[in-house]
């Protein structure tokens, strides 16, 4: 019976990865996580990632390892935290790898590694991240590669999803979805950018099919459902999903951009974390747009197309 171990697994992502994969049965499945999971206790150990000795432990018998442990948010702080995780969290996972032989890896990164780029990047873009989110990741990708080129006999995948939405998830799209729910929302910019966008549970169910997949040593996938909406089309299907009214005044991003600067400031001011700030304002009007042909030329069909799944996600969050 094959030993999956799943490092960061108490999450978004992590959980409806175990919810599969349980039901496949035939597998040993662990959990290590910092946090204790709400959904799965019964094989939840407590370890962190950035403690080698953890890892060390976890992977003592294990056959594959999926690394989900990551900082993400875009409000870290100190913004060590990110390099803490996610690059010294890689190091110490590949230690325990290359101590215990463990030949498999499927590496949960990020489209962050690209940077600022709208012309709809595929794995073959030279990564330039602009922020640490994307920096750390695109370290701990660059360190996995080099181990890689010591160990050509391990499997390694790479996946590199856009922003994930989903039942449960309190990222940008719910605050998103929650603004146009309580009638909050105000749109900034001509609404003509375009978001590539992933709903939960077609990345866990693509991570599994990977698992299953005899594939090269070292593939690196985008992952992106398909298609891809512009901001007045997004916020049109919510608005209509929910019975709102969306105004039809669109905001300059200049004074977006000021009300997004008063917010910093009053997040300063408090030491709160707010669900408005510049930098999310800013995000909200650039187009990130990602290629996904590598991944649909595997074969696989996600379960959910994206407008069902946003309306899975409406349904289930305000009813």
């Known amino acids: 019976m094959a030993r999956i171990v799943i490092v960061g697994g108490s999450g978004f992502i992590g959980t409806r990865l175990i ?27 407590k370890g962190d990632v950035r403690r ?27 913004a060590s935290r990110y390099y803490e995780t996610n690059v010294d969290g890689m190091s110490n996972v590949l230690k325990a790898m290359s101590e ?19 012309d709809s990047p595929d794995e073959a873009a030279t990564p330039r991240p602009t922020n640490d989110y994307g920096r750390s990741k695109w370290q701990a990708e660059q360190m996995l590669h080099r181990w890689h080129e010591h160990h050509p006999e391990c499997r390694i995948t790479v996946v590199r999803p856009t922003v994930v939405f989903g039942e449960d998830n309190r990222g940008n799209v719910y605050n998103l979805l929650h603004q146009i729910q309580g009638g909050r929302f105000l749109m900034v910019g001509r609404g003509t950018n375009i978001k590539s966008m992933a709903y939960v549970g077609n990345v866990a169910a693509f991570v599994n099919y990977l698992m299953q997949e005899e594939t090269a040593a070292y593939q690196i996938y985008n992952y992106v459902d398909k298609p891809d909406y512009d901001m007045n089309h997004l916020v049109g299907l919510v608005g209509e999903t929910l019975h709102k009214h969306i105004p039809a005044t669109h905001f300059p991003l200049w004074l977006g951009l000021l009300g997004g600067y008063a917010f910093d400031a009053l997040s300063f001011i408090t030491r709160r974390q707010l669900t408005i700030s510049s930098q999310r304002i800013r995000k909200f009007c650039a187009t990130t747009q990602f290629s996904a042909h590598k991944a649909l030329a595997t074969g696989f069909q996600p379960p959910y197309p994206i407008e069902e799944a946003l309306k899975r996600t409406l349904r289930y969050e305000f009813g």
Request: zero cysteines.
């Open 100 to 118: 215990h032989g463990v030949r498999k890896m499927v590496f949960i990164s990020s489209v962050s590694v690209y940077g600022h780029n709208s």
């Open 52 to 78: 080698l000795f953890d890892m060390l432990e976890a992977l003592s018998h294990a056959d594959t390892v999926v690394l989900l442990a990551a900082q993400h948010r875009d409000d870290v702080r100190p």
């Open 19 to 45: 919810n599969l994969l349980k039901a496949q049965g035939e597998t040993d499945l662990l959990n290590v996580d910092i946090a204790p999971s709400k959904v799965h206790p019964d094989i939840t150990k």
